[in-house]
């Protein structure tokens, strides 16, 4: 059976993040033993721009929180750690309503349908395979955090599946896009269910049959009354998207990163440019082609050879490069050290 998807039109916002999520990563890194100092330098705000929870700050604040945190502990599940620790709160009115959903399958279709109420840069799909149904999801700095954001968010979903729902059961399988930060057998027990990587998606798995099933505390009256608040939300964040130029070249940057293609000439066409075209738009707005895909190369680059599985040679060859030399050559000159070297760090 082909698989059915439940889509939106949303064009692609720049309404930021929900402050009280950037607050909860960047608290963590704090607990974790990183510097204010440096988590300011690392994302570009201090500690009193997360004082009202309620408040929007960019995307990218959320994903250079999380790729040094991920710099800093390298080979292990970070982000599972901050998982378990972050209240459920960050959710804000999503997951109350979810709590009070007629079924379990309509708590997927609630978040699928106000993830922007998380932030403008995700975007959640329900997927519908046979007697499976993924929760899929997508957030436009996947490629600069190295995957932590991504296996904070399934394991926060993972949480409200299991201590609001009780649906813990439920999940058969989880899929990420990245390569594991940690190995697999870390969060398979952490999750109690199956894990994959490489996938070309981040997603919960469930078995559609459960699905069907009501939550614990069904309210219909406080459901409607929660999701008039969340529409109501979701209209002003939309009224006031701004869309900036760059984004439809990052995020098609970041889904070619996912099939290890950097190449300028692949992404000129994507975005229906001519690579001088494209060279040209982008250095209008700023930033030379060249550096925004250097920029995720080396992100990827840090997060591949964190995998002691990997050689230097296949990470090369995973970020599209010809040979190991010219790899070797480029994250000397982004890093100042070789990939070796970087290997040995604390």
């Not at 926060?156 to 697999?184: K, M, T, Y």
């Not at 997603?203 to 608040?229: C, R």
């Amino acid at each position: 059976m082909d698989a059915i998807q439940e889509t939106k039109h949303v064009k692609l916002d720049r309404a930021g993040a929900r402050a009280s999520v950037v607050s909860a990563v960047m608290l963590f890194g704090l607990s974790k033993g990183i510097s204010q100092e440096a988590m300011k330098q690392a994302t570009g705000i201090s500690l009193e721009a997360l004082v009202d929870p309620e408040g929007r700050l960019p995307d990218q604040v959320m994903a250079q929180a999380w790729k040094l945190i991920g710099e800093r502990f390298p080979g292990q599940a970070i982000a599972l750690e901050m998982a378990t620790a972050a209240p459920m709160s960050v959710f804000g009115p999503l997951a109350q309503a979810a709590r009070f959903s007629p079924t379990r399958g309509a708590m997927l279709s609630l978040f699928s349908r106000y993830d922007k109420v998380l932030s403008g840069g995700l975007h959640m799909s329900v997927v519908r395979s046979g007697p499976s149904t993924a929760l899929v999801l997508e957030h436009q700095m996947d490629a600069v955090d190295g995957g932590h954001g991504a296996e904070a968010a399934v394991g926060l979903g993972s949480r409200i599946a299991r201590d609001l729902f009780g649906i813990q059961e439920s999940i058969v399988e989880i899929e990420f896009a990245h390569p594991a930060n940690a190995p697999v057998a870390v969060y398979q027990d952490w999750f109690d269910a199956s894990v994959r990587f490489d996938c070309g998606r981040n997603a919960m798995v469930f078995d559609s049959q459960e699905l069907e099933k009501p939550p614990a505390q069904p309210n219909p009256q406080m459901y409607a009354f929660i999701e008039t608040h969340l529409a109501l939300v979701e209209k002003g964040l939309l009224a006031n998207i701004r869309e900036e130029p760059l984004d439809r070249v990052r995020v098609q940057l970041a889904a070619q990163a996912h099939r290890s293609d950097y190449s300028a000439e692949s992404l000129a066409q994507k975005t229906g440019m001519s690579v001088r075209t494209l060279q040209r738009f982008t250095a209008k707005h700023g930033v030379s082609l060249r550096s925004m895909i250097e920029e995720v190369r080396e992100a990827n680059a840090r997060r591949l050879l964190s995998d002691a599985r990997l050689s230097v040679d296949e990470v090369a060859f995973l970020l599209g490069y010809s040979d190991d030399r010219a790899f070797r050559r480029a994250f000397k000159r982004w890093t100042g050290t070789t990939p070796a070297a970087f290997r040995t760090q604390d």
